[in-house]
């Protein structure tokens, strides 16, 4: 435990240093942090607000959470929890002590297949159970576009629900028991019990006595009123649902207050959850329209088709899709080609047992839709599994997408999920937007159509006062709004700050009497203080949305330069795509790793901003601390840029990475290992001469340890070329001055010419068997290595000295071809950035392939082969920038008559300079270990490729073998006459 802390003291708890010393000595298992780094990457989620926590908690289990909550007590503490870590309003942030179930708490306990019931802790992730229970033909219904990283407490802490609840309902409707602790530090199982239950156990004097009496008085004597606030819609009156708690079968459910009560009343440590059969067969038919508003008034017509769900999105998310990684998978679908702008769109889905169930669905929406084909632009049935997921794809994308509107704008949530019954949808809508327009604002709206909630995200820029300003009083009309139309201004996210608006919907004596259960639940205010109500609102009322600090207000205060600098850790919306679950998606494998959200790209982006914004006010002290911090967690970046495609906001930290070590070392002294990779393209470009006298050498200095001492291990060895001739100045001339069609350029570079040689003589003799003449271009200095560890002013020279020379060889005219897909990705990346001018066009060697087969330049298809299937491993930064290379590889194979799978894994661990820094050795096979070495298990070596040298050369190292590169088994195959 780090008890070295810088914190403004009227924000710390009085206690706080007692009650953590007393957590200690009680034997909390759990971590404890209080470093600088922890508290402001958990300053903020995913809304506009940034409170930075006295400390964060880490428990190991439900004992953890016990002590937490009786020692809380003891020294009046406050808590609160965190999950996902995703809210929108502000649900988790606190002044006072944050507990986070997400790091440690995320087992599933166990699984009832006869009663289809699960049990799970509340850090397990919803995809997470999800991909458990697939086996068993079984899921967890609520459907939230979060659900990579959604926690099951939050979402019982929002009573979420998501895509498709018309059908299947809200979180809430699937709790079959919950453990909880009480404000006292009490353990309590809910479960459903009869009324006469629970007057036997109300007339008990201890805490869950007291607080049973008061949830039955409460609704005994309100039943009325109950009724007639809490509307008749799929999304009632979330946090505090005393409408449900006493059900039509008699039953007394307290798990339906506890659901949406954001934590306010008690503290979750295991759920027992109800589960349904998987839906068989699904089908999803995209509409377009040519304007939002058309689309939304449609929705009545075609909910006549029993849909399972239909989700709208507006031009503003297609228009900003067009841009996004997705659009490649769906543009067939969504594209269209008459020209038409397209202004809206819903998404229809069909789920059931049977392909006969689904297709009855589809022949209702066929004949709704041919009745009066007018109304839409057109439609598509899509039955394609991986095309669903796609199109789904880019609608959990849509609130990330919303943080690239430019100019500074972001979409921001502070009036994201309202809701009215869906039949009043198009008219609220209408006026809602008549607010926004009111104050000249751009947006973006999507959401659940067929139940009325609506996600609308304003363009504001919250460093701007006047933007800032605008909060209150679009909040206030938007909420007299969903008023009129007998909605709710929180449709499915929780009330988090916008708890103020609690006595405008629910009344002011029914909120009284929702202060009244706050105070049976915790009677000290700790749990949660300021959000849904108060159990003391004389002395604590709950905050008001425009009494808690912006995240804006602390940006603004950025020196312009490092807000140019560091602008994408500024764009950061804490969205939390980065927190994804699976071990093989390949974003952020320090962060997949650890577990540790200082490690994460959301993570590295709030230390960032916390760093420039104390850099900029000259908080010496705090900038001193946060660098010390920042600089250990960007240590553990591999600089794989998977952030820089993958998140929404497209925050690319390994770029920032590189300028914060441009400048962190500018006044300090670089280690010698830094200054001997600088040496190394010049270094490899001699040693590729002499390549047996340089692997004598390199043994040498392994034996005798110098290489451990410099900070390196496990460098590969030169392989041994062939020796061939490269291209001159004068072939150049002579090239420009007439080559035919079939000649191409293959540009070599430093890692695969001097440490897999074989692979560059492959790619060249693949391309001559396919009819090419085939001119090698010899590796220059790329400055990969240069720009990793923030040699920015050498990287530059670098850099434009390889520009030039890639402009020669493309100025003869002649396709210019790479192999290793990091150097080819450069031309979008390090050398496209500032002062170095356009993108070159270097082909890939898939992408140069498929040119050629779409022309008809590689013949016939042939027949499929007996041999294979072979078995691709993208490199990760390749699939992540070029999603589609997988793909290509697939077309390419097929057309060579052989069968080729697709493997998704995350990052190999190797990452070019990481894995072979001595401190990162054991890290980087760790990481290889987690999705790499579990993918290959079962795999025969001689039938596994790998796109990139780092995987290939960390396959060796881990694995014991080297995996073929494509254009080694595509060679072996078109070379043999057997398979001609």
């Known amino acids: 435990m780090n008890m070295r802390v810088r914190v403004d003291e009227k924000a710390v708890p009085p206690g706080l240093d007692a009650f953590l010393s007393a957590l200690a000595a009680a034997g909390f298992a759990g971590d404890i942090a209080r470093d600088h780094a922890s508290r402001i990457v958990h300053a903020t989620d995913n809304s506009i607000y940034q409170v930075e926590p006295a400390a964060v908690l880490f428990p190991r289990d439900g004992n953890d959470i016990a002590r937490i909550v009786r020692l809380a007590s003891d020294h009046r503490i406050p808590l609160s929890p965190r999950g996902g870590g995703t809210g929108t309003n502000g649900q988790s942030l606190t002044r006072g002590v944050l507990v986070d179930t997400s790091r440690h708490m995320n087992r599933i306990l166990a699984l009832d297949l006869e009663r289809q019931r699960v049990t799970v802790e509340p850090g397990v992730v919803l995809n997470q159970l999800n991909d458990y229970l697939q086996p068993y033909g079984l899921f967890f219904p609520p459907t939230v576009s979060t659900a990579s990283r959604a926690t099951l407490g939050g979402m019982v802490a929002t009573d979420a629900s998501g895509k498709g609840s018309r059908i299947y309902g809200k979180t809430s409707d699937y709790i079959e028991a919950m453990e909880i602790v009480l404000a006292n530090g009490e353990t309590f199982q809910v479960e459903a019990m009869t009324i006469a239950e629970a007057r036997r156990l109300a007339k008990r004097e201890d805490a869950a006595g007291r607080i049973h009496r008061e949830v039955l008085r409460v609704i005994e004597q309100n039943e009325g009123l109950i009724a007639s606030t809490f509307p008749e819609m799929n999304r009632g009156l979330t946090g505090y649902n005393l409408k449900q708690v006493l059900g039509e079968d008699g039953c007394f459910r307290l798990s339906y207050l506890l659901a949406g009560s954001e934590g306010t009343l008690a503290f979750t440590t295991r759920l027992t959850l109800r589960l349904r059969k998987r839906p068989a067969c699904r089908a999803l038919v995209p509409i377009r329209y040519d304007s939002f508003q058309g689309a939304l008034i449609d929705v009545q017509r075609l909910l006549a088709a029993e849909p399972a769900a239909i989700e709208i999105l507006d031009d503003t998310i297609l228009s900003l899709a067009r841009q996004d990684m997705v659009w490649g998978a769906i543009e067939s679908v969504l594209g269209g080609n008459d020209g038409k702008p397209v202004g809206g769109l819903n998404f229809v889905e ?14 209702r929406l066929s004949r709704l839709l041919a009745e009066q084909p007018g109304i839409v632009l057109d439609w598509k049935i899509v039955t394609d599994a991986g095309t669903i997921a796609s199109l789904w794809s880019l609608r959990e994308k849509a609130v990330g997408l919303l943080g690239r509107l430019g100019g500074g704008k972001q979409g921001t949530p502070f009036v994201e999920d309202t809701a009215v019954p869906p039949e009043k949808l198009a008219p609220y809508v209408e006026e809602f937007r008549a607010i926004l327009d009111s104050h000249g604002l751009a947006y973006g709206m999507f959401g659940h159509a067929d139940v009325g909630c609506l996600h609308v995200r304003p363009a504001l820029d919250l460093r701007i006062p006047e933007d800032a300003a605008l909060i209150r009083p679009v909040s206030d009309a938007v909420a007299a709004l969903t ?88 764009a950061c919306n804490g969205n939390g795509a980065c927190f994804n679950w699976d071990r093989h998606d390949a974003m952020c494998p320090s962060y997949k790793l650890a577990r540790d959200r200082r490690h994460s790209p959301k993570g590295r982006a709030a230390m960032l901003r916390e760093w420039a914004r104390s850099t900029s006010t000259a908080e010496t002290q705090v900038a001193a601390e946060i660098e010390d911090e920042l600089k250990a967690s960007l240590d553990l970046c591999l600089s794989c840029k998977a952030c820089s495609s993958q998140c929404p906001v497209k925050v690319d930290i390994p770029t920032m990475k590189a300028r914060f070590l441009h400048r962190y070392f500018k006044s300090r002294r670089r280690p ?13 470009a001699l040693a590729r001469r002499f390549p047996r006298t340089a692997n004598l050498g390199l043994r040498l200095l392994t034996a005798s340890g110098l ?9 590969p060895r030169l392989s041994v070329p062939a020796s061939v001739p490269h291209l001159e100045q004068r072939d150049l001339t002579r090239l420009a001055a007439g080559a035919s069609h079939a000649e191409i350029i293959l540009l070599e570079d430093s890692f695969t010419s001097s440490f897999d040689g074989v692979v560059v003589d492959a790619v060249a003799a693949l391309l001559a068997q396919l009819g090419y003449r085939v001119h090698r271009a010899a590796a220059a200095a790329n400055g990969k290595s240069l720009h990793v560890l923030g040699l920015l002013d050498e990287f530059a020279k670098v850099a434009g ?3 030039a020379y890639h ?88 057309h060579f008559g052989l069968e080729l799978a697709l493997h998704a894994t995350g990052c190999c661990g190797m990452a070019g300079l ?37 995987c290939r050369c960390q396959t060796k190292r ?23």
């Open 958 to 980: 881990c694995a014991g073998f080297s995996p073929l590169h494509p254009a080694q088994a595509l060679l072996a195959h078109v070379e043999s006459p057997a398979r001609s």
């Open 707 to 715: 290489t451990r001492r410099v900070g390196l291990a496990d460098l």
């Open 672 to 684: 010698l290992r830094h200054r001997i990779v600088a040496a190394m393209e010049p270094g490899l």
């Open 483 to 570: 008023r009129k139309y007998g909605g709710l201004l929180w449709g499915e996210h929780g009330r988090g700050y916008r708890g103020e608006y609690s006595p405008f919907f629910f009344g002011g004596r029914l909120y009284e009497e929702l202060c009244a259960l706050k105070r049976a639940f915790d009677p000290l205010n700790l749990f949660n203080p300021g959000k849904l109500a108060s159990a003391d609102a004389a002395r604590h009322p709950v905050e008001r949305i425009d009494g808690v600090p912006l995240r804006g207000e602390k940006d603004r205060t950025i020196a312009a330069p490092l807000q140019r600098d560091y602008d994408r850790a500024i």
């Open 801 to 803: 000295a390889a520009k």
């Open 914 to 950: 990481f894995g072979h820094e001595a401190e990162h050795a054991g890290m980087s096979k760790e990481l290889f270990a987690m999705s790499w070495g579990s993918r290959l298990a079962g795999l025969a070596p001689s039938n596994v490729l790998a796109t990139g040298f780092s």
């Open 807 to 894: 402009s020669r060889l493309l100025a003869t005219g002649l396709p210019v071809v790479g192999i290793e897909p990091v150097t080819v990705l450069m031309r979008d990346h390090e050398y496209a950035g500032p002062g170095l001018g356009e993108a070159l066009p270097i082909h890939s060697l898939d992408e140069f392939l498929i040119e050629a087969l779409e022309s008809g330049r590689l013949g016939q298809p042939r027949a499929l082969s007996q041999s294979g299937p072979y078995h691709l491993f993208p490199h990760c930064t390749e699939k992540t920038a070029r999603p589609g290379t997988g793909q290509a590889w697939t077309r390419i194979f097929r």
């Open 350 to 363: 069909f789920v059931g047992e049977s392909r006969e169930e689904v297709e009855a669905g589809l022949a």
